[in-house]
């Protein structure tokens, strides 16, 4: 992959911090330095951050790697550090979240309250007989109640596994099976697009097929009729009705906080496991570093789905542990307009917005006049997380949504790595449109050839990290073979060249001339076009900076001639023309714009316009179905789509042509 196109790391705009942020920014530029002196001390001190019964002993045992162990005999309470401690220091009365239902119904839940409903959950885990070491499958919407469930679980040391509230009966049941989970917390449904969607059915489902589960928790949310189990007990008949006092016990820093599933491309889930004192250090301090958050002044939105690892570390365990202000949405962003996220911002003055990519494309979709509409003066930091931001897409977030005055983080991380590993820090970097930058203090990330090679600035190959970090994964639940066979046998010792172990993140990076990182999407996506291999972000990116292009999504089929030929999925503009011959002509026209940014190499032989793209629940196109349409085949596994529909629209299209 070395020999890449040069067009995205081209890219010449940049971008300086605001003055007055970059004078009052919570971290400077002597962190990268302090880090790169003494890593580990510089990760104890962050570990300082937390409130620990025990202090550790040793900072980082990696006598027996990959597996890692972080804060070695130290000991604490995550529950305490989000909720107790903030509350002890005076500062109950202070909002944690501003809930906001997709109805429109709202609730305010300060510290104090919050550490009452936590409080009386974990009393209720605890009558129900989890305790420590058990597992507990949370599948909720997005109520104030999955974060209550989760810091419980913490609280009493159950290791949860949040199931996306939407997956099907078969992805419910096997991540419970293979967790072996005592317990489901559910609800009987919650609102998207307007409606009461049921969640129960799927969970009564999965439970029949799951004899672990010995109760299943049910939040009433929706009011909607419920069947009833005997194993079943209502939220507000148990938890609401315990005693809000409960002391929080400290765990080991290796005691197992959650596993979280990621679905891969091919074989069954993952479980990651993550661990304690590590996992909290590490999203504490980039919560605080990468969003300068202010805790006394921000009002911080973080638009993911708790189901995701985004809403694990950066709507629960982040900014709880750094006592921030937040709101929390349940529904989807155009019900019941496609203005909901900016009134929502106005409405709470939120500082600070954390999103994807796939969203803001949306928002370009819909208009430049909807966000208009509104005063986002409020805002001071943007984020963006999920996916490679197309230069296009963040020039557009930078200036309507930003209105150019705000910095942009582009956070690069995995499910795996916990927290953010790859980002500007806004009172530091003087940013690109389109490139996460560099690692953060204290992270060391790489771009290396198929040799493990680093490669020159200029060069492009594959992702790595070369040191552990605090909040890394600790093996893949139940499975140490394939945590290491996933991660670790790529490159390095690992894969028995030298003794240095390298994690392999499966994704494809290019450094720029100032050795600034761009990524290019998952290595299984380079497609190789007569002998060239063509990242899908860039073919992506290049169609989008055609001002008729909203979205697009790039794959490689298979020719007989070139080996694979580029086909290119695209969502016009919502004011473009795409009937007859209009139609036609832009497929010529999008064609020739990507041959002209990019080469002709990289002219796609098939340009499809579509109204839709299949994704997953937390926005990344499933290219793999994509595939399957380009190569005339039947679709594969489409249990983590968010909308199946969606695949039938563009099927019939290529069917016919269109
Ligand atoms: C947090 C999260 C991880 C994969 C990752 C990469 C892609 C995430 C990105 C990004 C480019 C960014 N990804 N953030 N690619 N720029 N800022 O998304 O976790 O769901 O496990 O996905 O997402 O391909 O390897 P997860």
Not at 71 to 77: A, I, K, P, R
Not at 294 to 320: F, M, N, Q, R
Not at 561 to 588: H, K, S
């Amino acid at each position: 992959m070395s020999e890449t196109l040069a067009n995205l790391s081209s890219e010449s705009r940049q971008f300086p911090p605001p003055e007055a942020l970059a004078a009052a920014a919570n971290v400077k530029a002597e962190a990268y330095e302090e880090a790169a002196t003494d890593r580990l001390a510089f990760w104890a001190q962050q570990a300082e951050r937390l409130t620990w019964s025990k202090t550790w002993d040793q900072v980082l045992d990696w006598s027996n790697p990959p597996f890692a162990k972080w804060f070695v005999g130290g000991e604490l309470n995550i529950a305490y550090n989000c909720v107790d401690r903030h509350v002890e220091a005076g500062r109950g009365d202070k909002v944690a979240i501003h809930w906001e239902g997709e109805p429109g119904d709202t609730r305010t839940i300060t510290y104090a309250e919050l550490l009452k409903l936590v409080s009386q959950a974990a009393n209720t885990l605890t009558d129900l007989g989890v305790g420590a070491g058990d597992r507990v499958a949370i599948y909720l919407p997005m109520i104030p109640e999955a974060a209550v469930a989760m810091l419980a679980c913490a609280r009493v040391g159950a290791t949860h596994s949040v199931v996306f509230g939407g997956f099907s009966v078969s992805a419910l049941s096997t991540r419970i099976q293979d967790a072996d989970a005592k317990l489901v917390i559910t609800a009987d449904g919650g609102y998207r697009r307007g409606k009461p969607s049921a969640l129960k059915p799927t969970v009564d489902e999965a439970v029949a097929q799951c004899p672990s589960i010995e109760n299943v928790l049910v939040v009433r949310r929706t009011g909607q009729d419920v069947a009833w189990t005997d194993k079943d007990k209502w939220w507000h008949e148990t938890v609401e009705q315990a005693s809000p006092e409960h002391k929080a016990q400290p765990f080991d820093a290796e005691h197992p906080l959650f596993i979280l599933y990621t679905s891969g491309t091919t074989g069954k889930p993952k479980g990651i496991l993550h661990t304690t004192g590590g996992y909290l250090t590490q999203v504490s301090y980039t919560h605080n570093a990468v969003f300068d958050l202010k805790p006394e002044t921000d009002v911080y939105w973080c638009t993911a789905d708790i189901g995701w690892v985004t809403g694990h570390s950066y709507i629960v365990y982040g900014p709880l542990s750094n006592g921030a202000t937040q709101v929390m949405y349940e529904g989807t962003p155009d019900t019941p307009g496609r203005d909901r996220f900016w009134q929502i911002v106005d409405k709470y003055k939120v500082s600070i917005l954390y999103t994807a990519p796939t969203l803001i494309r949306t928002m370009m979709k819909w208009g430049d006049d909807i966000p208009a509409g509104y005063d986002l003066s409020s805002l001071r930091v943007l984020g963006s997380v999920g996916e490679p931001i197309n230069p296009e897409a963040w020039m557009w977030y930078r200036e309507n949504i930003g209105r150019n005055r705000t910095p942009i983080v582009d956070t690069w991380w995995q499910t795996e790595t916990g927290g953010v590993m790859i980002s500007p820090l806004p009172g530091v970097t003087a940013t690109k449109p389109g490139s996460a930058m560099t690692a953060l203090p204290g992270i060391t990330a790489d771009v290396v050839d198929d040799q493990a090679q680093s490669v020159p600035n200029g060069g492009g190959g594959f992702l790595v990290l070369r040191d552990p970090w605090p909040s890394m994964l600790r093996t893949i639940w139940g499975d140490d073979k394939r945590f290491i066979d996933t991660y670790w046998s790529r490159f390095g010792a690992g894969a028995g060249t030298g003794d240095e172990w390298i994690y392999f993140a499966g994704d494809g990076a290019k450094k720029d001339d100032d050795g600034a990182l761009w990524l290019l999407g998952r290595v299984d996506d380079v497609m190789l076009v007569s002998g060239h291999n063509i990242s899908t972000t860039e073919v992506e990116s290049a169609l989008v900076s055609h001002p008729s292009v909203a979205e697009s999504a790039v794959v490689g089929a298979t020719d007989p001639t070139t080996g694979q030929a580029i086909v290119a999925f695209v969502i016009p503009r919502g004011n473009v023309d795409t009937e007859g011959e209009a139609g036609e002509q832009l497929n010529v026209e999008l064609r020739n714009h990507v041959a002209k940014t990019l080469g002709p190499i990289a002219k796609p032989r098939q340009i499809m316009l579509v109204p839709e793209l299949p994704k997953t629940r937390s926005g990344k196109i499933m290219r793999r179905l994509l595939k399957d349409v380009a190569e005339n085949r039947s679709l594969g596994d489409v249990t983590t789509l968010q909308d199946s529909a969606v695949m039938d629209l563009i099927s019939k299209g290529m069917n016919t042509g269109k």
